[in-house]
């Protein structure tokens, strides 16, 4: 019976695992930076005018971005551009609020990327407003209704 007691016993500790055990995790965050769009504005017409003035320009900030960006300190920028320039006379453009500890510009848009926010920190924020002008001189007289796209692209500084 000893002999039996001694053997499980011994056969038990055997089989026990130890009270600790480690693995090495691998991890990297790698670069991230994003920009999107809450969807688009509605259409802008100008429909007054003072007499003896220019068109009254219009304006809409009905819509928003979010941005995300973990590459450093004043690494990134955001540039916007049309898809085609605006008709001789009419102005269309955009100012960004800009996220925390960058700096946004109005800028009138054309189809040559224009940076309307630079000195992006390592952020994430959302519900930017987006504030489109339209304007026009007088002597771009009459336009019809027409669209532009407009492409916000987040890249280096």
């Known amino acids: 019976t000893l002999a039996v007691a001694i053997g ?3 056969s038990a500790n055997s089989w026990a695992a130890d009270d600790t ?3 090495t995790v691998g991890y ?4 991230i930076a994003l920009i999107e769009v809450s969807g688009s504005p509605g259409a802008l017409t100008i429909t007054a005018a003072e007499p003896g003035a220019a068109p009254t320009p219009v304006s809409d900030n009905s819509t928003t971005y979010d941005v995300t960006n973990n590459a450093g300190t004043d690494s990134k920028m955001i540039t916007a551009a049309i898809n085609s320039d605006m008709p001789t006379g009419v102005t269309l453009e955009v100012e960004l609020v800009a996220p925390t500890g960058a700096t946004a510009t109005k800028q009138a848009l054309s189809s040559n990327p224009a940076n309307v926010v630079t000195g992006i920190d390592n952020v994430s924020e959302t519900a930017k407003t987006i504030t489109y002008t339209l304007s026009a001189t007088a002597a771009a007289g009459k336009v019809d209704s027409a669209n532009k796209t407009v492409t916000f692209t987040i890249t280096n500084s």
């Open 21 to 23: 055990a480690t693995q």
């Open 8 to 10: 499980l016993a011994f």
């Open 28 to 31: 990297e965050v790698q670069e």
